[in-house]
């Protein structure tokens, strides 16, 4: 049976060295991954809590609750993500200034229709699993379960939100009227919401994105 090795020398004399089974450079990755994915998510939890705030229109009430529920949500999403990295050995960010360094959603400027933050949010939730996907591949290569199941839980929660996000759309749009074959969300989005084309177009000029999420 084998057993644990007593204290080197180098431990004893700079403290408790993290001995997990995954190498320092791996370690390291990942904790860059997640300090992006963390970034990520704070600004997703800080937009989807302004728009909590500042929601307006028929659908307010239904929205209300939706953004309250998501950035709860989020909001203990942060702590997760911020101490897996700890446990990597890695400082975690946690500064605005580190955070839009770091993210690749952007924040909200100004106050927007329901139908504009609705967008906003679901190119959030998508943009937040394709980072989640990257830390992913990192994380598998160093045999890494703890993140590997860590991740997988907050790309399952992003895919969850995105459907109510889509869900209220829905709803939305039925009370608008527009009754037309159900079709994947972003094309309904470039159909019948002229504003929200310019909102996901401009970004490659391409025309629709396929979704991100799958
Ligand atoms: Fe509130």
């Not at 953004?67 to 700890?86: K, P, S, T």
């Not at 992913?136 to 459907?163: H, N, W």
């Amino acid at each position: 049976m084998a057993k644990t090795q007593p204290p080197t020398r180098a431990r004893v004399h700079n403290g408790p060295q993290i001995d997990l089974g995954i190498e320092p450079a791996q370690r390291k990755a990942i904790a860059e991954g997640l300090a992006k994915m963390l970034a990520d998510t704070y600004t997703l939890y800080l937009k989807t809590h302004n728009f909590h705030w500042n929601v307006t229109g028929p659908m307010f009430q239904t929205l209300h609750l939706m953004f309250e529920q998501q950035y709860n949500e989020l909001a203990l999403a942060v702590d997760l993500v911020a101490e897996r990295i700890r446990a990597l050995g890695h400082p975690a960010p946690g500064s605005y200034a580190q955070f839009s360094k770091l993210s690749s959603i952007s924040e909200a400027t100004g106050v927007l229709k329901a139908e504009d933050m609705i967008c906003q949010l679901v190119e959030g939730q998508e943009a937040l699993v394709r980072t989640a996907r990257k830390v992913f591949v990192t994380a598998e290569k160093a045999s890494d379960q703890v993140t590997i199941d860590l991740l997988t839980q907050r790309m399952q929660c992003m895919r969850r939100q995105r459907g109510c996000s889509e869900a209220c759309w829905s709803k939305g749009r039925r009370a608008k009227d527009l009754s037309r074959p159900k079709q994947g969300m972003v094309r309904q989005l470039m159909q019948w919401m002229p504003m929200c084309q310019g909102l996901l177009v401009t970004r490659r000029g391409t025309g629709p994105r396929p979704c991100a999420v799958s």
